[in-house]
């Protein structure tokens, strides 16, 4: 089957009359963060307008909303906001045309970390997407995340790709700056990570280096509107270009040790990544092959800090651009809560999962016991708070 590709266009103060133009004689929807004030106004002559709460976005969310889209028969839902936003509008609109994948999704995550959902119907609803963040690439990417009771989930699969998407410099202009230099290096540990595998299409290393580069020199830069565009466009890219092409499935390791201490620790995915991402590099370095290849991972690295200021070793180079661009760690989190986020780990994403195969419980410890922790957290986010754990082993399903 061939992949289906996003339209995306970018440039400002565009988005009405990109969304208009998409939406012209077709009954519409728009699914908005709630916090977007009067954003959405002018975005189409549209059905109705759903607002989400960003902050409180679950599986319940997507399956009432899904509910909603299917009553209101939208041929076309225009998603307006962070990737948490576009993540679930792109779940939900696959229950306009196909309520039963839909709930079987759902219904599975209860079950397995990782959910592949079959080719989109032929009937499906087209997605716009309009990120008013940047790093996620979830405007143009074929992969969203829904949170659950037994923690964060991945459903997999084309259905899931925005038909269109909509980049408008307007939409960042008042991001604070450490929020778009994590976005920043979100999409450059999207490249990192596919680095640390072998498998790769032949110019995938050359456009990962090229989109790399141009994302370091990018954030240390001033953020001007010009350049806050420029990091949307290239996070894009690494979804678009070849740079993510043959890579091995999985490959970044970091995100599944984040996943579960964001979850435990509560606080955001991106704070979970800058704690652990040298962590689980330095056993890389080691020569411990289950967490990464290193050979790929120095030549990647060293292509991209070529003109950076950067120490050549990948670990003490990835903490030393956090540092420099003083991005927000997650909180030190005691002795408990690391044993939780270790065995969750294992039990969703190790063992025999396809995420992190051959990795056990006391090898995440490792990788958190020598993670970078913010030293002055505030008391109650180190404390932690027991939460739904269940037994089912394994780490779910990959096509």
Known sequence: MTRRR??????????????????????????????????????????????LDAGHVDA????????RLRALRPEVVVAVGGGTVLDAATIAAIGVAAPATLSWALDRTER???????????????VVAVPTTVGTSAECNAVAMIRTPHGHRLLLGDALRPRYAVLDAVHYATLPPAIVR?????????????????????????????????????????????????????????QRSAALRGRA????????????????????????TASV??????????GDTRWGSIEPLEAFWRGAVRDARLPLAPAAGIDALITRW?????????????????????RWWGGRGPALPGISAPDVRDVLDRAWWDPNPP?????????????????????
């Open 6 to 51: 996003t339209t995306l266009v970018a440039g400002s103060s565009i988005a009405r009359s990109a969304c208009n133009r998409w939406v012209a004689g077709r009954r519409a929807v728009v699914v908005a963060d709630a916090g977007l004030g009067g954003l959405v106004e002018g975005l189409g002559r549209f059905v109705t307008a759903v607002p």
């Open 60 to 67: 319940e969310t997507v399956r009432d909303l899904g509910v």
């Open 112 to 126: 397995a970390a990782v959910v592949s959902l079959p080719a989109p119907e032929p009937d499906a609803v087209e």
């Open 182 to 238: 994590a976005g920043c290096l979100e999409a450059l540990l999207r490249l990192a990570g596919t680095s640390t595998s072998e498998r790769a299409h032949p110019r995938a290393g050359a456009h990962a280096i090229a989109i790399a580069r141009a994302l370091i020199a990018l954030g240390d830069g001033g953020l001007s509107a010009e350049s806050r565009l420029r990091i949307a466009r290239f996070s894009a890219a690494t």
């Open 249 to 272: 499935p999985f490959s970044p390791r970091q995100w599944y040790v984040a996943n579960e201490v964001s979850f435990v620790a509560r606080t955001t995915k991106m704070r979970a």
């Open 277 to 286: 991402v040298a962590g689980v590099w330095r056993r890389i370095e080691e």
């Open 326 to 346: 003083g991005l927000p760690l997650a909180p030190r989190s005691d002795a408990e809560a690391l044993t939780s986020m270790s065995v969750r780990a294992e």
């Open 379 to 399: 008391a109650e986010a180190s404390r932690f708070r027991p939460m739904d754990t269940p037994t089912h082993a394994g780490g779910g399903e990959h096509i």
